[in-house]
């Protein structure tokens, strides 16, 4: 049953892999003596499958959700925990902190909760009190109109991340009188501050299975040292496009010490946070790396005349395929409005209206690269855009 669960859990490429692993072992296991040898020689080669793994952009939910601690149930309560949800939701549209004072959100704020789509309580429990959680206390489970809150963030000119985001390999080694690394299985109550601080900022972590291969690159002692070539190298197997790694621990009994490196592109930043909590390391730590991903990917307001693209768009082989083309592409941020000119063979022609430039697109593209550019071609266009030859990789 364990290995059923294992199967279970990997990407679909992976578990076609270890499909075609199982078969050649079902062929080849009649030669191991002992049913526990065979079971050892299964899990190392399905496991091993997994270092295979390359771990693309990812397409975040729950944008608009935001989850924030109330002392009780009562209107005002819901009124006041909207203002603070809908900052946070702001932020993770943006990528970047908000500016309160700012005239467009400081008139948001005092109508949060006008701007909810639906929203629910939940009673915090008793190990969950604390001292910004007194007895009594209940989360308010929020979720905001998303239309709503794209206007705010037109109207206020702030800058506009779409769901479409670079994961992020973290590593992240964890002291409170024992050291520990932080993965998928982990118990430590640290675990669940970091999911809690990525589901805030709106960002698809990785966390390291820490097996064997992931010990030999990485042991403990280069993890806390933050030394940069363990990282990397331990890194290479998941395929994330940026990587955070962190340690955190307590020199004293009221506060968290935490210093952190983030990998992205071919830079190196380097932050330290002293936080009072636990959850505030974790939730400033990924912010750090938010802001730098946001900085490359997040579209800004610009003055400039709005960017048009002509974009040929081959093996586009069904109307199902054409279908799935356009889904995608009019999920992304940067597309205004696609329209169709012709449709010829396996080749589709369509017009993009684009929120920000094309360098934008080609770094959005880039991430799951669904769409890749094979060609480009200026005839028959216009000087105010450009032709583009992609090929459609669903």
Known sequence: MRIIRILTGLKAVNFLLGAVIFSIFVRIAPVFPFEVTKMKFLIVLILTSLS???????????????????????????????????????????????????????RALNIADQYLYQFSFARLEESEWGPDAPPGSSYLNMRFEGKSI???????????????????????????????????????????????????RGLPLVLPIYDLEDSIKLPMVQLWGLFKEGVLNASERYGAESILAGRIYQPDEESWL???????????????????????QMLWGLSAGAKVLADAYALKP??????????????????????????????????????????????????????GTLDQLMQTLSLDKKIVAVAVSSEDVDQNQSMSQFIWRP
């Open 150 to 200: 794209q206007r705010i963030i037109r109207q206020a000119q702030l800058p506009r991340w779409g769901a479409n985001r670079p994961t992020i390999m973290t590593w992240v080694a964890v002291d409170d009188g024992q050291r520990q690394i932080l993965t998928d299985t982990s118990e430590h109550k640290a675990l669940s501050k970091l999911n809690k601080a990525a589901k805030k």
């Open 302 to 355: 610009s003055t400039e005349k709005q960017t048009g693209l002509l974009a040929n768009i081959r093996k586009v082989n069904t109307l199902e395929d054409y279908g799935h083309l356009l889904k995608y592409l009019n999920k992304l941020a940067i597309t205004k409005q696609v329209s169709l000119i012709k449709m010829s063979d396996s080749d589709v022609l369509l017009n993009l209206s684009l929120n």
């Open 258 to 280: 935490g210093n952190w490196r983030f990998y992205f592109k071919g830079q190196e930043f380097e932050y330290e946070f002293r936080s009072q909590t636990l959850e505030e």
């Open 52 to 106: 295979f793994a390359q771990v693309l952009a990812k397409q975040v939910d729950g944008l608009y959700d935001a989850q924030v601690v109330v002392n009780d149930q009562s209107a005002q309560a819901r009124k006041e925990g909207a203002k603070k949800g809908l900052m946070d939701v702001l932020h993770k549209v943006s990528g970047f902190p908000v500016p309160i004072e700012h005239p467009v959100v400081f």
